[in-house]
Nanobody, 115 residues
Framework: QVQLVESGGGLVQPGGSLRLDCAAAGIVFGILRMGWYRQAPGKQRELVASIGWSGDTIYADCVKGRSTISRVNAKNTMALEMNTLTPDDTAVYFC?????????WGQGTQVTVSS
């Protein structure tokens, strides 16, 4: 089992920045890929960004160019930094890990972009 704990988020003003952190615990050996997803009210959960063991990254078009995902394999941690936030970025953000064909999810952290 893998447990994922998110931190960061909260209320951010439009145009501001945020950092989300995720720490994996439990049987973390073999985690292939980690990522961030988000779900806004009334919408489906969508990929924001993901990063593989070797550092390869994928970004959703809506955050490409203003987001950076990073990972420290030795510490089993991952971070997402986002800039130039807009109200459209308001959502619950979930940490995700893929291991052995299974997916694991954190409980989510709320990000609200509002003045």
């Amino acid at each position: 089992q893998v447990q994922l704990v998110e931190s960061g988020g909260g209320l951010v003003q439009p145009g501001g920045s945020l950092r989300l952190d995720c720490a994996a615990a439990g049987i973390v050996f073999g985690i292939l890929r980690m990522g961030w997803y988000r779900q806004a009210p009334g919408k489906q959960r969508e990929l924001v960004a993901s990063i593989g063991w070797s550092g390869d990254t994928i970004y959703a078009d809506c955050v490409k160019g203003r987001s950076t995902i990073s990972r420290v394999n030795a510490k089993n941690t991952m971070a997402l930094e986002m800039n130039t936030l807009t109200p459209d970025d308001t959502a619950v953000y979930f940490c995700n890990a893929v291991k052995g064909g299974a997916e694991y999810w954190g409980q989510g952290t709320q990000v609200t972009v509002s003045s």
